[in-house]
Nanobody
Framework: QVQLMESGGGSVQSGGSLRLSCKVSGFHYSTFYMAWFRQGPNEEREGLAVIDNNGVTTYVDSVKGRFTISRDNAKNILFLQMNNLKPEDTAMYYC???????????????????WGQGTQVTVSS
């Protein structure tokens, strides 16, 4: 059974940092494409960063230079290091996984079959 579980969310002030983790089980993690998404109140789910099975990364423009996605294949954990957080980063953050990477869906919700339950990040000004 595929399971993804996020942790590390919380409340921080503007300019602060958080490190999110996503522990995965039930599949060959090292072969999967992994991603982070977020969804704010009354907003659509937004793709933030993707890392493929070779460690190649892709970021949405709004987080480039501030967020870093990484993976530990030995421990089956995905990370998202978030620096210089802003109030507009407030959202529920989700990790996602899929075996097949379709370039047109790399940062789209439809590109991923497996999802975690999310972890809340709140940034105050």
């Amino acid at each position: 059974q595929v399971q993804l579980m996020e942790s590390g969310g919380g409340s921080v002030q503007s300019g602060g940092s958080l490190r999110l983790s996503c522990k995965v089980s039930g599949f060959h993690y090292s072969t999967f494409y992994m991603a982070w998404f977020r969804q704010g109140p009354n907003e659509e789910r937004e793709g933030l960063a993707v890392i493929d099975n070779n460690g190649v990364t892709t970021y949405v423009d709004s987080v480039k230079g501030r967020f870093t996605i990484s993976r530990d294949n030995a421990k089956n954990i995905l990370f998202l290091q978030m620096n210089n957080l802003k109030p507009e980063d407030t959202a529920m953050y989700y990790c996602a996984a899929d075996m097949i990477q379709r370039p047109s869906l790399r940062l789209r919700e439809a590109g991923y079959a497996y999802w975690g339950q999310g972890t809340q990040v709140t940034v105050s000004s």
